[in-house]
């Protein structure tokens, strides 16, 4: 399976799938028409891996194309979970806060779950770039629409910070 019907796969078995920890909402109630609307460019990630991709999410960051999300997709044996949210926290402060844009970072070895739902893709290293206003406009929407009622407050909170 290559990289873009792995996440499309990811997509459609999990995060369009209602579950009751979101308010019987999916995970993320927009993937599935950003995807089905080509508003998601996937990126595939090669060696050196840490290299490339402070590259390439700095790149996107100065030249933002006509998308919803890039996702950069890469190999996570290629880099650690704790050198890829230094990585990403590094390009977030030097490029994209100054661009509008947000960095969301997924390894396998850095589980995210609430409660005994796992939100990782669990197969591949990931960095969601995205407009922070659009981001937080569907945070809003997804509020109103108790998508958070039964979230740890801490957890939350940390997610909404970013």
Same mark, same amino acid.
């Given at each position: 399976m290559d990289i873009s019907d792995n996440i499309k796969s990811w997509i459609d078995t999990f995060l369009s799938v209602p579950h009751p920890i979101f308010n019987n909402l999916p995970p993320c109630p927009y993937a599935k028409k950003a995807w089905a609307e080509e508003r998601v460019l996937v990126k595939?990630?090669?060696?050196?891996?840490?290299?490339?991709?402070?590259?390439?999410?700095?790149? =996107?960051?100065?030249?933002?194309?006509?998308?919803? !999300?890039?996702?950069?997709?890469? /190999?996570?044996?290629?880099?650690? $979970? =704790?050198?890829?949210?230094?990585?990403?926290?590094? !390009?977030?402060?030097?490029?994209? /806060?100054?661009?509008?844009?947000? $960095?969301?970072?997924d390894h396998p070895d850095d589980e995210e779950a609430i409660e005994s739902v796992v939100l990782n893709n669990g197969d591949m290293g990931l960095v969601l770039v995205q407009p922070r206003k659009k981001l937080e406009e569907a945070r809003k929407h997804l509020d109103a629409l108790g998508y958070y009622r039964y979230w740890p407050e801490e957890y939350k909170s940390e997610v909404q910070a970013r």
């Open positions: 595939e990630i090669k060696d050196p891996v840490e290299y490339n991709l402070q590259t390439s999410m700095s790149n =996107y960051g100065f030249l933002w194309p006509d998308a919803d !999300v890039v996702i950069f997709a890469f /190999d996570p044996n290629k880099i650690t $979970a =704790y050198d890829l949210k230094e990585l990403v926290d590094k !390009v977030q402060r030097r490029v994209l /806060d100054a661009k509008g844009l947000v $960095a969301l970072e």
